[in-house]
C-alpha cells in the first residue's frame, strides 16, 4: 500500500511541476504580446487612434442596432413553450400530508417537559447545584428556550 501512495506523491508533484511551467510560460507568452501591442500603438497618430476608435465605435454600434431591428421584425420565431408531460407512474402528491416546520408533537413536548423537571430538580438540590450552574453558564437562555418551546406548543 505504501508504494502506491508514495507513486502517486510523485505523479502529483510533477504535475505540479508542470502546471507551473505552463503557467510561466502563459505569463511570458502575454507579456511579449502586450509589449508588442504597446509598440505598435506607439507609433500610431493621435489622428489615426482617433479614426480606429470611431471605427470601432461605428462598429458596434451597428451591429447591435442590427440585432435589435432584427429581433423587432421577425416576430414569427416566437420561442415556444413545451409542456412536460408527468409520468404514468408518478403518484399522486394531493394526498401526501405535508409537515410543518412549526407543529410540535405531544412526544417533543413530553421530553421537553422532563428535561425540564430534571433540571429543577438540579437547581434546586444542594449536591447537585453545581451541575445547574455549569449548565446555565454554558447555555444561559436554555430555560428561556424551554419556555419559549412551552409556549409555541399550547399556541397550536
Known amino acids: 500500500m505504501l508504494l502506491f501512495k508514495k507513486h502517486k506523491k510523485k505523479e502529483s508533484a510533477f504535475q505540479r511541476r508542470q502546471a507551473h511551467v505552463l503557467i510561466r510560460q502563459w505569463e511570458k507568452m502575454k ?5 508588442y501591442l504597446q509598440q505598435r500603438s506607439e507609433l ?15 462598429a458596434c454600434s451597428t451591429g447591435s442596432v442590427f440585432i435589435i431591428l432584427n429581433a423587432c421584425v421577425n416576430r414569427n420565431n ?5 409542456q412536460i408531460s408527468k409520468p404514468a407512474l408518478t403518484k399522486d402528491s394531493t394526498y401526501i400530508a405535508t409537515k ?9 413536548y413530553k421530553r421537553i417537559e422532563l428535561l425540564k423537571s430534571f433540571l429543577l430538580q438540579l437547581r434546586d438540590d444542594s449536591i447537585n447545584k453545581k451541575k445547574f450552574d455549569s449548565i446555565i453558564r454554558q ?3 436554555f430555560l428561556d428556550s424551554i419556555a419559549l418551546f412551552e409556549k409555541l406548543y399550547l399556541s397550536q
Open 31 to 35: 507579456q511579449k504580446l502586450a509589449c
Open 100 to 108: 410543518s416546520d412549526s407543529a410540535i408533537t405531544a412526544n417533543d
Open 139 to 141: 447555555r444561559p437562555y
Open 78 to 82: 416566437v420561442i415556444g413553450i413545451k
Open 44 to 58: 500610431l497618430s493621435i489622428k489615426s487612434k482617433k479614426i480606429m476608435l470611431l471605427f470601432f465605435f461605428i
